[in-house]
């Protein structure tokens, strides 16, 4: 084999290789990831309660710290202002369970007295979902499912 052609083959194995690292390495550090984001609401019918439950696939290679879920009214003061990291800072946590290798299930429930959907505004609502990996990095979907008040 000639010299240039011993080169070549070898340029190639290491170009081969470097692509393969880097592949590797990007799935590794693969961002957090919503997916099969739900939400159904339940109004309360007489002496009954109803629900919003809310149900995600949250996916990060390092883990899942935590997840914040915030319902919020399409007519609010966040339609003008959009929602910020900080904004949920204080919002309630769902319980996630895992269901995959870098993946857990994440579900809200909360309960819905008459009162609530009394005082609630009609009409759409999203919901706001702030999820943070143990390396830190966060994503937040603003309006990763929606539901309707009737």
């Known amino acids: 084999m000639s010299r240039r052609v ?4 070898v340029t190639g ?6 692509a393969d690292a880097f592949a590797f390495a990007q799935a590794a550090d693969q961002a957090l990831v919503l997916t099969h984001s739900t939400a159904h609401y339940t109004a309360p019918d007489g002496d009954r309660n109803g629900s919003l439950v ?3 696939d949250v996916t990060a290679s390092s883990g899942v710290k935590s997840v914040k879920v915030l319902a919020w009214p399409q007519d ?12 949920m800072a204080a ?3 769902a319980d996630c369970k895992p269901s995959g290798q870098d ?5 809200y429930t909360a309960e819905v007295t008459g009162n609530d959907a009394e005082s609630s505004p009609r009409g759409a609502w999203h919901i706001a979902v702030l999820a943070t990996a143990l390396d830190g990095t966060t994503t937040l979907d603003t309006e990763a499912a929606g539901f309707t008040v009737r």
């Open 54 to 56: 809310f149900v995600t």
């Open 76 to 87: 609010s003061s966040f339609a003008k202002k959009e929602l910020t990291a900080k904004d």
């Open 6 to 9: 011993a080169l070549s083959v």
């Open 13 to 18: 194995v290491v170009l081969l290789g470097g």
């Open 91 to 93: 919002v309630e946590s």
């Open 103 to 107: 993946t857990v299930r994440c579900t």
